[in-house]
């Protein structure tokens, strides 16, 4: 499994998603849809901040996607839900699909920001754990998943960041909350502006 960690608030994952869609012609849904609704798909960040998303998904971003030239057989799977939940929900799989999931401020550690993450299987680790055949895996373009990821990486680490707490990196609109007064939640603890673990 690839996976980047990062702080950001929804405005820096809104310029990640934009950035995505520049890398390369690519497909987003929302990672789970509402109950009772089918799964909503998104064309640019602006989509994702004009639908209700973030509300519904308790003040945070959760997608998944794939670009075009990586994958063509993602697909969305319908599961029931107990009937006092609702009747069911729906979420996107596909063993070449990356997943992006903003960190929202953490009840137990002072309201302080948690971590972001970019993920998704690499070639070895699908063929050792991911729920799918082979000729699934074999249908990746994984040489091409890895190129594009490697970019967006790269521009959330030399461009997008700002600042680090522990080698990971603190992008613009985080980094503006944390001077703000802002806090960021970071094993052992949680870290202000002023903590020297923070690296600018």
């Known amino acids: 499994m690839a996976q980047l960690d990062f702080y950001a608030n929804s405005s820096d994952i809104i310029h990640v998603i934009d950035y995505m869609f520049e890398l390369s012609p690519m497909r987003l849904f929302e990672a789970y849809s509402r109950v009772d609704h089918e799964i909503r798909e998104f064309k640019s960040g602006k989509d994702v901040l004009e639908s209700s998303h973030i509300e519904d998904n308790h003040g945070g971003i959760f997608v998944r996607g794939w670009w075009d030239s990586v994958t063509s057989s993602p697909y969305v799977k319908r599961f029931d839900l107990n009937?006092?939940?609702?009747?069911?929900?729906?979420?996107?799989?596909?063993?070449?699909?990356?997943?992006?999931?903003?960190?929202?401020?953490?009840?137990?550690?002072?309201?302080?920001?948690?971590?972001?993450?970019?993920?998704?299987?690499?070639?070895?680790?699908?063929?050792?754990?991911?729920?799918?055949?082979?000729?699934?895996?074999?249908?990746?373009?994984?040489?091409?998943?890895?190129?594009?990821?490697?970019?967006?990486?790269?521009?959330?680490?030399?461009?997008?960041?700002?600042?680090?707490?522990?080698?990971?990196?603190?992008?613009?609109?985080?980094?503006?909350?944390?001077?703000?007064?802002?806090?960021?939640?970071?094993?052992?603890?949680?870290?202000?502006?002023?903590?020297?673990?923070?690296?600018?």
Request: hydrophobic residues 35%; proline residues 3%; contains cysteine.
């Open 83 to 200: 009937p006092t939940v609702g009747r069911f929900r729906e979420s996107l799989e596909g063993v070449g699909t990356f997943q992006l999931l903003q960190g929202r401020p953490h009840d137990l550690a002072d309201n302080a920001l948690n971590l972001s993450c970019f993920t998704h299987w690499n070639e070895k680790g699908a063929f050792q754990r991911a729920n799918c055949s082979d000729s699934e895996i074999s249908e990746v373009n994984w040489a091409e998943l890895k190129c594009l990821s490697g970019k967006l990486h790269r521009q959330i680490i030399n461009t997008f960041s700002k600042a680090k707490l522990f080698k990971r990196p603190i992008l613009e609109g985080a980094y503006s909350d944390l001077k703000n007064g802002g806090k960021l939640f970071g094993q052992p603890g949680v870290y202000l502006i002023g903590s020297e673990e923070i690296e600018s």
